[in-house]
Structure formats: structure tokens, C-alpha cells
């Protein structure tokens, strides 16, 4: 990993802090950045989760992506980590109080330009948060859109209710980890590290998540229409994600989506729907398989 250094320092680790995080001698460090050695992927998980943020992030960065996702806070004109910077607020029909969602300063600045004009304004917007969700929004059809700078005071005319992940969101790979507890017990006791399994355990207790929370967390997508109305079910990943290129290609015409549970095939004409969001992880395992098949194994 020989742009481990340069995203240690970006996000503000030295080699001994680091060190620290992860349970291991700063020689450990110190080979894996020179290219030495590299961490297996249990310690993989492990510091994607104390970067604030995912494997694939990871390892694309180390490749030679240009960012990292990441939930520590952005500090100032940096270049590689794309950071915390606040929240999305969008206030759907039929509701008083905006959903908010923790962003990062990168997906800050693409909703300015869409909402300010200064680029093409484009019919649907595609936003992946903090806290594991992608969200396809309809701009015509939701009522306000706001964004709220972490330094600025909570809005005093919004009921500011956040969800129990909502106001920094967690690193992509405990939620993984509370996917693979509840629906694949094995994999989790395998393919975790006892820090990483215990981080998880701390968020399933001291939130109260059970069977159908995490359900629901990480399987169910949410369809709010023009009317108010909210269908939720749980959407096919590989149809997600296509739904997902047509929104950002403006192609969206109408949304299909299958429900895994019933088998039952849901219409909704486009111009009804104001918001859609579905779960990240989601998303991204279809990504995944899609490059897979395409061979961009990353070889």
C-alpha cells in the first residue's frame, strides 16, 4: 500500500497514532507503506474502518484514485480525502421536517453547482451519503433542499431528527459487519477481526438493532411519491443499480423495481416519484459484480 503515507497524513494519523488504532508495531506501518508487505484482509477491514472508510475505497485509492471517502472531517483544500462536511436536508411532501442525511464536502459542492446553476441543471439528482444510502432525488417534486454546514447552528424551524446513524454516518465496513452478523454468521465470525467484530456488536447494542432493524438498515429501499406516500420493500441490487446510471444519465423515464420478499414487480411513473433511497452497500455489491463481469478485476 504505497499511498498509505499520503492518506495517513491527509487524514492527520502518524505512523505511531496509526499504529495504535489498529493494534500493531509502527514497523508494521512503516512496511506497508514502503510496499513491503501488505495487511491481510481482516487488518484490511480494519483500517478501511479507522480511515472512515471502505476497502474498495481503499485499495481504488491505492491504485491511483484521486479521493477517499471518508467520515473524519475534511480539513481545508485537501486533496485526498473527501470528508465530512455536513448535511443534506430535503423536505418531501407531505412532511414539516427534512430528512437529513451527513455528507461529505465533495458531495456538497456537486449539489451547490446542480441547485446554483453553475453547471447544467440536471432533472435528477444522485447522492451517496455518510450513512449508507444512495439517494436519487427529483428536484421539481420535493419541496425544499437544504445543506447545512457541521460549523453552522441546527435549523430552528426543522425538527433536526436524525437517524441513529445519522450525523456522522459509519465507516462502510461496520456496516458490513452488522450485515454479515444477523444474515451470515459465519462470515462474520471468519472474515472480521475481534476489534472490528466488537465494533459492530457495541452499534447492535447500544442501538437496539435486531432482525428486522438491520432489515431494514441494510436490505429495504424507500420510494416517496408526489402524494406524500412512502413504499418501501426490498429492491433487487442489480436493479437498483441500473435504476441508479439512468438517474445520473437524466434517462430516468419510469422506475421499475422487484420486490426480493413478495417476488412482486413495483411501477412507478418517474415524474410521481420525489425521492428514492436505497441502501450503499447495495449498490455497491453491484458496482462490484458489474466491473467483475466487465473484467475490470483490477489486475
Same mark, same amino acid.
Not at 502518524?14 to 506497508?32: C, D, E, H, K, P
Not at 485526498?80 to 430528512?99: A, I, M, R, Y
Not at 446553476?117 to 428536484?139: C, F, H, K, Q
Not at 447492535?204 to 420510494?223: C, F, G, M, N, P
Given at each position: 500500500?504505497?499511498?498509505?503515507? +499520503?492518506?495517513?497524513?491527509?487524514?492527520?494519523?502518524?505512523?505511531?497514532?496509526?499504529? !495504535? *488504532?489498529?493494534?500493531?508495531?509502527?514497523?508494521?506501518?512503516?512496511?506497508?507503506?514502503?510496499?513491503?508487505?501488505?495487511?491481510?484482509? *481482516?487488518?484490511?477491514?480494519?483500517?478501511?474502518?479507522?480511515? #472512515?472508510?471502505?476497502?474498495?475505497?481503499?485499495?481504488?485509492?491505492?491504485?491511483?484514485?484521486?479521493?477517499?471517502?471518508?467520515?473524519?472531517?475534511?480539513?481545508?483544500?485537501?486533496?485526498?480525502?473527501?470528508?465530512?462536511?455536513?448535511?443534506? #436536508?430535503?423536505?418531501?411532501?407531505?412532511?414539516?421536517?427534512?430528512?437529513?442525511?451527513?455528507?461529505?464536502?465533495?458531495?456538497?459542492?456537486?449539489?451547490?453547482?446542480?441547485?446554483?446553476?453553475?453547471?447544467?441543471?440536471?432533472? $435528477?439528482?444522485?447522492?451517496?451519503?455518510?450513512?449508507?444510502?444512495? @439517494?436519487?432525488?427529483?428536484?421539481?417534486?420535493?419541496?425544499?433542499?437544504? @445543506?447545512?454546514?457541521?460549523?453552522?447552528?441546527?435549523?430552528?424551524?426543522?425538527? $433536526?431528527?436524525?437517524? $441513529?446513524?445519522?450525523?456522522?454516518?459509519?465507516?462502510?465496513?461496520?456496516?458490513?459487519?452488522?450485515?454479515?452478523?444477523?444474515?451470515?454468521?459465519?462470515?462474520?465470525?471468519?472474515?472480521?477481526?475481534?476489534?472490528? !467484530?466488537?465494533?459492530?456488536?457495541?452499534?447492535?447494542?447500544?442501538?437496539?438493532?435486531?432482525?428486522?432493524?438491520?432489515?431494514?438498515?441494510?436490505?429495504?429501499?424507500?420510494?416517496?411519491?408526489?402524494?406524500?406516500?412512502?413504499?418501501?420493500?426490498?429492491? +433487487?441490487? +442489480? /436493479?437498483?443499480?441500473?435504476?441508479?446510471?439512468?438517474?445520473?444519465? !437524466?434517462?430516468?423515464?419510469?422506475?421499475?423495481?422487484?420486490?426480493?420478499?413478495? #417476488? /412482486?414487480?413495483?411501477?412507478?411513473?418517474?415524474?410521481?416519484?420525489?425521492?428514492?433511497?436505497?441502501?450503499?452497500?447495495?449498490?455497491?455489491? *453491484?458496482?462490484?459484480? +458489474?466491473?467483475? /463481469?466487465?473484467?475490470?478485476?483490477?489486475?
Amino acid at each position: 500500500m504505497k499511498r498509505l503515507q +499520503e492518506l495517513r497524513k491527509g487524514i492527520g494519523f502518524t505512523q505511531a497514532a496509526l499504529a !495504535q *488504532a489498529l493494534g500493531v508495531s509502527q514497523q508494521a506501518i512503516a512496511r506497508w507503506e514502503k510496499g513491503d508487505s501488505e495487511p491481510n484482509i *481482516a487488518m484490511l477491514r480494519d483500517l478501511a474502518t479507522v480511515m #472512515g472508510t471502505s476497502v474498495d475505497d481503499l485499495i481504488e485509492f491505492d491504485r491511483g484514485g484521486s479521493r477517499v471517502v471518508s467520515q473524519h472531517w475534511q480539513p481545508a483544500d485537501d486533496q485526498v480525502v473527501d470528508g465530512f462536511w455536513g448535511h443534506l #436536508g430535503v423536505l418531501l411532501p407531505g412532511h414539516t421536517d427534512c430528512h437529513w442525511y451527513p455528507i461529505t464536502k465533495g458531495e456538497q459542492a456537486r449539489v451547490s453547482r446542480n441547485l446554483d446553476g453553475a453547471v447544467e441543471a440536471s432533472a $435528477w439528482m444522485v447522492i451517496a451519503t455518510l450513512n449508507n444510502r444512495v @439517494l436519487l432525488i427529483n428536484p421539481a417534486l420535493v419541496q425544499r433542499i437544504r @445543506l447545512l454546514d457541521d460549523a453552522a447552528d441546527q435549523p430552528g424551524d426543522d425538527g $433536526w431528527n436524525l437517524t $441513529w446513524d445519522g450525523y456522522q454516518g459509519l465507516s462502510p465496513e461496520i456496516y458490513h459487519a452488522i450485515d454479515d452478523y444477523f444474515f451470515n454468521e459465519s462470515a462474520f465470525t471468519a472474515d472480521y477481526s475481534e476489534t472490528l !467484530q466488537k465494533l459492530a456488536l457495541d452499534q447492535i447494542e447500544e442501538h437496539e438493532i435486531d432482525d428486522e432493524k438491520a432489515y431494514r438498515l441494510l436490505e429495504w429501499t424507500s420510494v416517496y411519491l408526489e402524494s406524500g406516500l412512502e413504499v418501501t420493500f426490498c429492491g +433487487e441490487e +442489480e /436493479e437498483l443499480y441500473s435504476l441508479t446510471l439512468d438517474a445520473d444519465c !437524466q434517462a430516468l423515464e419510469r422506475v421499475v423495481l422487484s420486490d426480493q420478499d413478495s #417476488g /412482486e414487480l413495483n411501477f412507478f411513473p418517474a415524474h410521481r416519484v420525489a425521492l428514492i433511497s436505497m441502501p450503499l452497500t447495495q449498490y455497491q455489491k *453491484a458496482a462490484r459484480a +458489474e466491473m467483475d /463481469e466487465l473484467g475490470f478485476e483490477g489486475n
